[in-house]
């Protein structure tokens, strides 16, 4: 027998983040914007430059644990779990929520701790906006692609 999926709150929580995605991208460019007008044109460059650098070291395992995350949620809407069953991924749930909200507190604590020149917080902010932007983006690209699978 075929198990049957319900992929309802899976497709709303990909249209929700595609509105944080595009609230991430404004607040973004807004810093670029604000950066740009504080700094010397060469500085702002090498800033993008660097956080650019630093998203690409970081993209492999942003996107490992998005795909760690879309496989979770597509197996929790799997109808007929047992108890057990759901009791693991939402230990696997709880665990992912812990992990992002340590990163946003590293991020905020690495701001705050960090000398104030402006190029030096933008980076620090813009490599925070794009990892989690990274994120989303991964998340609702192996999302949308394993419901198809399971469809």
């Not at 995350?69 to 939402?90: I, N, P």
């Not at 402006?118 to 949308?144: E, G």
Request: proline content about 3%; hydrophobic content about 55%.
């Amino acid at each position: 027998m075929a198990q049957t999926f319900d992929f309802t709150r899976l497709r709303k929580l990909t249209v929700i983040h595609g509105f944080v995605q595009v609230f991430l991208l404004i607040l973004l460019a807004g810093m670029s914007f604000v950066l740009l007008g504080k700094v010397p044109s060469q500085v702002f460059m090498n800033s993008i430059i660097r956080v650019v650098v630093i998203q690409l070291i970081l993209f492999y395992p942003v996107y490992k644990f998005a795909l760690g995350d879309a496989r979770r949620e597509v197996s929790s809407a799997a109808a007929g779990l047992t108890a057990d069953e759901q009791q693991a991924l939402r230990r696997k749930r709880v665990f992912s929520d812990i992990l992002k909200g340590a990163l946003i507190i590293f991020f905020f604590t690495f701001t705050l701790r960090a000398p104030s020149a402006p190029q030096i917080q933008f980076m620090i902010l813009a490599v925070f906006l794009l990892s989690y932007l990274t994120y989303f983006q991964c998340f609702n690209y192996a999302a949308k692609k394993l419901m198809k699978a399971k469809s």
